[in-house]
């Protein structure tokens, strides 16, 4: 998709880039990624949730809708839900691009503390966009920028990039 090099991605006020993957099999990786942007909404900074695959109206919004402002939320995702058996369908590899092309924006624009791609890593496993993609936006997301990913496993490139970067 884009190259961390040579963009303008501007530092939020948090100062260093971290990065969050919450990861594994079954409930919670959303609701950690969530009690992050909570936390960070009682200290007063912005947060921006961009939901990879998920269209429907699920309870954390009405939540979300609370916090005047400190957290929004955009869903990228159809109503239905895919599934891995199955081919990529093109309107939800259509979407997956532009939550990814959303994420690559708000990196840009400088509007927000804390950004999350909530499934970001699973639309990676469903095919719907490529690792290398992933490993851009998380790469990118270092020289400044606070990045959670919930989503299900992690790919081979990004455990070992994950495993190399412990030192």
Request: hydrophobic share 35%; net charge positive; aromatic share 6%.
């Amino acid at each position: 998709m884009k190259e961390a090099d040579g963009m303008n991605i501007k530092t939020s006020q948090l100062g260093k880039g971290y990065v969050h993957v919450y990861t594994g099999n079954g409930k919670g990786k959303t609701t950690a990624a969530l009690g992050l942007a909570l936390r960070a909404a009682g200290s007063g900074l912005a947060t921006r949730i961009v939901q990879f695959m998920k269209g429907r109206h699920y309870s954390e919004l009405n939540t979300i809708a609370k916090l005047e402002g400190l957290v929004k939320i955009e869903q990228f995702g159809n109503k239905e839900f895919c599934r891995i058996s199955d081919p990529p369908d093109a309107r939800d590899v259509e979407m997956a691009v532009k939550a990814l092309e959303r994420v690559w924006g708000l990196m840009q624009e400088n509007t927000c503390d804390i950004l999350i791609a909530d499934e970001m890593i699973t639309a990676g496993l469903f095919k719907l966009i490529t690792q290398n993609d992933i490993l851009d936006t998380i790469g990118a997301s270092l020289t400044g920028w606070n990045l959670s990913s919930p989503g299900g496993g992690l790919h081979r490139g990004l455990s070992r990039r994950r495993t190399s970067s412990r030192r």
